[in-house]
Nanobody, 123 residues
Framework: QVQLEESGGGLVQAGGSLKLSCVAS????????MGWFRQAPGKGRTFVAA????????NYADSMKGRFTISRDNTKNTVYLQMNSLKPEDTAAYFC????????????????WGQGTQVTVSS
């Protein structure tokens, strides 16, 4: 079955950076659209970014544009999220997700999810 495992979360001061990774197994990675979502305490899960199977196209939530960069390495079955200029409001559990059908402009349709990695940004 599909497994997604995130890593790279931690505690960082405001203005700092973190790079999250998500390693996928049990799927033909290069055919899947990959996404990152986050869930802050007491709130619902929200879209962060998505990337096309080839890596040639990306989509970001407005509040992440210019600060976050999604990328992927299909030779390593890994998707990344580089997060710069972090703010306390970026504090959340970050999840990667995969979908075989559907484009990056739709935030729905993700069928497979990781367990999440916690990012905490102190002020």
């Amino acid at each position: 079955q599909v497994q997604l495992e995130e890593s790279g979360g931690g505690l960082v001061q405001a203005g700092g950076s973190l790079k999250l990774s998500c390693v996928a197994s049990g799927l033909t990675f290069s055919t899947y659209t990959m996404g990152w979502f986050r869930q802050a305490p007491g709130k619902g899960r929200t879209f962060v970014a998505a990337i096309t199977p080839s890596g040639g196209g990306t989509n970001y939530a407005d509040s992440m544009k210019g600060r976050f960069t999604i990328s992927r390495d299909n030779t390593k079955n890994t998707v990344y999220l580089q997060m710069n200029s972090l703010k306390p409001e970026d504090t959340a559990a970050y999840f990667c997700a995969a979908k075989l059908i559907g484009h990056i402009w739709s935030t729905s349709g993700y069928n497979d999810w990781g367990q999440g990695t916690q990012v905490t940004v102190s002020s």
